[in-house]
T-cell receptor, first 115, second 110 residues
Framework: DARVTQTPRHKVTEMGQEVTMRCQPI?????VFWYRQTMMQGLELLAY????????DSGMPKDRFSAEMPDATLATLKIQPSEPRDSAVYFC?????????????FGDGTRLSIL | GESVGLHLPTLSVQEGDNSIINCAYS??????FIWYKQESGKGPQFIID?????DKRQGQRVTVLLNKTVKHLSLQIAATQPGDSAVYFC?????????FGAGTTVTVRA
């Protein structure tokens, strides 16, 4: 089965450091989503791309987070500078926007710990 | 505000029995719903979906029921197995956005 691939799976770093998380969407999918999961907030949408264009980043703290899609096979989420409150699991999901409702398919996430 | 929520946070079920996981939603304009399963250390895994023009949809050992009158969604798992132990989320699709419920933790007893 095709899968969304995320790297790294785990990241531990000190506050103030830059963190880059990468995602390879499923081949043929034209929508990409970044989510953050914490015990307190559950799954929160951070950013949404369609055909590599950012359409919604209202869930991201703009001063420190940025999301890009350099090409159709790579999406990145960066945090600079990182803070302890950014500790969470970050998921990437991809889907096909065909005009009809289609499910999003998730990767296994990057578990981020900011010390 | 409108949200998707789950009735019970935990469910313990005997292996071999059927499981029923419930979900309430409040946005009457929602037209697409998805159930996900999340195992420890993994991402949410798509189980089954249903559109609002349907009342029932069946998959392999799973059935989703949609009652639009009372805005209720349920997931039935037949002959529950140890591998079914996980957190189950219902999600409501509004445009491109998924709104997730808090999740129900299912534990299968041997």
């Amino acid at each position: 089965d095709a899968r969304v691939t995320q790297t790294p799976r785990h990241k531990v770093t000190e506050m103030g450091q830059e963190v880059t998380m990468r995602c390879q969407p499923i081949l043929g999918h034209n929508t990409v989503f970044w989510y953050r999961q914490t015990m307190m907030q559950g799954l929160e949408l951070l950013a949404y791309f369609r055909n590599r264009a950012p359409l919604d980043d209202s869930g991201m703290p703009k001063d420190r987070f940025s999301a890009e899609m350099p090409d159709a096979t790579l999406a990145t989420l960066k945090i600079q500078p990182s803070e302890p409150r950014d500790s969470a699991v970050y998921f990437c999901a991809s889907g096909r926007d065909t005009g009809f409702n289609q499910p999003q398919h998730f990767g296994d996430g990057t578990r981020l710990s900011i010390l | 505000g409108e949200s998707v929520g789950l009735h019970l946070p935990t469910l313990s079920v005997q292996e071999g029995d059927n499981s029923i996981i419930n979900c309430a939603y409040s946005n009457s304009a929602s037209d697409y719903f998805i159930w996900y399963k999340q195992e420890s250390g993994k991402g949410p895994q798509f189980i089954i979906d249903i559109r609002s023009n349907m009342d029932k949809r069946q998959g392999q050992r799973v059935t989703v029921l949609l009652n639009k009158t009372v805005k209720h969604l349920s997931l039935q798992i037949a002959a529950t197995q140890p591998g079914d132990s996980a957190v189950y989320f219902c999600a409501e699709n509004t445009g491109y956005k998924l709104s997730f419920g808090a999740g129900t933790t299912v534990t299968v007893r041997a």
